[in-house]
């Protein structure tokens, strides 16, 4: 048998699911459109039927390993059908696309094999080239009661929904780092009992209109107490954002201790302070195998950077911040130890507002970041673009100006 060494790879292995049929909240109709159901469609496993009836609105579920990597997955794709049969053409990770075909697009032409930025951000919204989301989480199925498998197999849901596969997925986020924390650093997920369910959200656009969005809950699990960070301890905090309930212990009087709040640091302090919590992080993925709370290096830097949108969308302060903290010419040049680091410091949170989620990052970000921006100079640009001075003047290889705004050669 090979031998899989913890500290040169995490130990992996495939979730087999059920080959009957997808766990979904939408199916084709009898003239074969798209169709939103209110409820899981469970039609092909007459077992979870008995059980949970026809129309299930929530199921009971299990976690089948500790690495969320095993058992969850999303990505995009474009998809090219010929005579009925579908071949993937283009997978992204929302940062980078994977060209499977020779294609163009917007005038690009892209080769087989060729890795580019994103190109869906380019297209319009209804272009039928765009990627398409989707994704899928494995999982035993438990009767209502959380107590019997109706399976030795996990079963595959899948949906399209980018606002399911994030409440999915960040909800997976903050139980695994909940149970690294009540468990000395180890990672608990597998057997965990969970309540998928599925409710109907208006859309952005027209309210009457509804879709199916999951959500994701755990059914018994026991809430630590969470350390927090001040500006001056070493390691920040890698917090959920979401506030913590303590609970005594029955009929015991307990101490209170001294509060701990997140303070607001100086620029100077977060320069500091961002780098050393990196190498840490770094030092952690790499004991893990180039994973970090079971994400790879392209789901942490998809995150990071929807974090990094949250606080500002402008791509010059983006630049200027990253490079004032971690040195790099570029977010895109980040590490995924500083990638990590940089979510965790952002901590944001997700929020809806009629039906459509959005980031909120955690107290005290924004002036932080606006600090840090006020001690980088900036770039005095002409108005004109490249090819001039910033006063207006063409530069080439023959004729230059002097501060008196002369002509010399």
């Keep these: 048998m090979i031998k899989r060494s913890p500290t040169k790879g ?38 979870i039927a008995a059980v949970y009836g026809d129309k299930p609105t929530e199921i009971v579920i299990a976690l089948p390993s500790n690495q969320i990597a095993d058992f969850f997955d999303d990505t995009f794709g474009a998809w090219a059908r010929k005579s009925g049969d579908a071949t993937l053409k283009r997978n992204c ?58 399976s030795p197999i996990c079963y595959a849901f899948k949906t399209g929904s980018l606002n399911s596969g994030d409440s999915v997925r960040s909800e997976l986020l903050k139980m695994d780092f909940l149970m690294r924390q009540q468990n000395a650093g180890e990672n608990r997920l597998a057997g965990l009992p969970l309540r998928l369910s ?22 018994t699990f026991a809430v630590p107490t969470l350390p927090e960070s001040t500006a001056s301890e070493a390691p920040l905090a890698l917090g959920s954002g979401e506030p913590i309930p303590e609970e005594p212990e029955p009929e015991q009087k307990q101490e209170e201790a001294p509060t701990k709040t997140r303070t607001l640091m100086t620029a100077e302090q977060l320069i500091v302070l961002l780098p ?105 640009v002409s108005p004109l673009g490249d090819g001039f001075d910033k006063e207006g003047h063409p530069i080439n290889d023959t004729q230059l100006f002097n501060q008196k705004g002369e002509a010399t050669t």
Aim: with cysteine; hydrophobic share 35%; aromatic share 10%.
């Design 10 to 47: 995490a130990i992996r292995f495939r979730v087999n699911r059920d080959q009957r049929a997808y766990i979904t909240t939408g199916k084709k109709s009898d003239k074969g459109y798209p169709q939103t159901l209110d409820h899981f469609d469970v039609s092909a496993f007459p077992e």
């Design 93 to 150: 990770d929302g940062v980078e696309c994977t060209h499977r075909v020779e294609e163009a697009l917007n005038g690009v032409q892209y080769g087989r094999g060729e890795v580019s930025e994103c190109v869906c951000v380019d297209l319009p919204e209804d272009d039928k080239q765009r990627c398409s989301y989707t994704a899928i989480l494995k999982a035993f199925v438990l009767h209502p009661d959380g107590r019997e498998f109706l």
């Design 198 to 219: 599925v409710r109907m959200v208006g859309g952005k656009a027209d309210a009457r209109q509804k879709f199916p969005i999951w959500s994701l809950t755990a059914m």
């Design 276 to 380: 050393k919590t990196a190498a840490k992080a770094a030092k952690t993925i790499e004991k893990n195998g180039g994973h970090y709370e079971g994400r790879d290096y392209a789901a942490s830097r998809r995150l990071a950077f929807a974090s990094l949108s949250a606080i500002t969308k402008d791509d010059d302060e983006q630049r200027r911040f990253v490079q004032a903290v971690f040195g790099r010419d570029s977010r895109k040049d980040l590490t995924h130890a500083e990638l990590e680091t940089l979510r965790y410091w952002i901590n944001a949170t997700r929020e809806e507002m009629d039906g459509a989620p959005y980031w909120v990052p955690g107290d005290f970000v924004e002036k932080e970041f606006r600090a840090v921006l006020d001690t980088v100079p900036v770039e005095e």
